[in-house]
């Protein structure tokens, strides 16, 4: 964690520049000297405030997740409807919010991704995120479904959003935010149909 002190604007610079960083050469090559001539800054502010490259990346992320958040928040606060549908869709739609789909974004999720397999601090906030899409799908889920389906349809959705999103940031284009969206709105269509037509059919 970025020690106390630090005025926003520069933590935010700093951030900025290591997304730009990775950007540029892939987290391995994106050093603190690299990160800090990004930011026009010196390298021992790095150090002396985040401790080192670890501790930059970790609070890097931590903007990131919080900046997702933040997007899926203001989503569902200007839904005009209560509907599970409505909420699943504001998560979706956050989930590919401009914040979290351009290159630097993108290339930073992808080198968090992988860190996170051997730096237990980044695998913390991994798990949470994780845990933290799913409780949401699951409770949406669970107004309409009964609770081993939404439990499955929670999984299901949350695969599908960030095999979405790994597959569009791995291709040279880029992802497709709008293409990416609407192929997840469109499972969430077909899970909730599955769901109507299981309890509006005919019995026999």
């Known amino acids: 964690m970025p020690k106390v002190g630090m005025e926003p604007i520069r933590r935010q610079q700093l951030i900025n520049a290591t997304m730009a960083a990775i950007d540029e050469v892939g987290l391995a090559e994106a050093t603190i000297m690299r990160i800090a001539r990004h ?40 839904l005009n409807e209560d ?11 956050g989930n590919f919010d401009r914040t979290q789909v351009t290159g630097p974004a993108a290339k930073t999720w992808l080198a968090f991704w992988a860190s996170s397999m051997h730096k237990p601090m980044l695998q913390r906030l991994q798990n949470v995120n994780d845990r933290r899409l799913y409780a949401n799908l699951c409770y949406q889920f669970r107004r309409v479904l009964p609770q081993i389906e939404a439990r499955n349809a929670a999984r299901g959705l949350a695969a599908m959003i960030d095999g979405l999103w790994l597959r569009g940031a ?12 609407h192929l997840a709105l469109h499972y969430l269509d077909q899970l909730l149909a599955h769901h109507e037509y299981q309890h509006s059919a005919p019995a026999h």
């Open 39 to 78: 930011a026009g800054v010196s390298a021992g502010i790095i150090s002396h405030y985040f401790g080192g490259k670890d501790g930059l990346l970790e609070a890097t992320m931590r903007q990131i997740l919080t900046d997702l958040s933040d997007a899926i928040s203001a989503r569902r606060r200007a």
């Open 83 to 93: 509907s599970p549908k409505a909420h699943i869709s504001a998560i979706i739609e």
């Open 170 to 181: 791995l291709t040279p284009e880029g992802l497709d935010a709008e293409k990416a969206r």
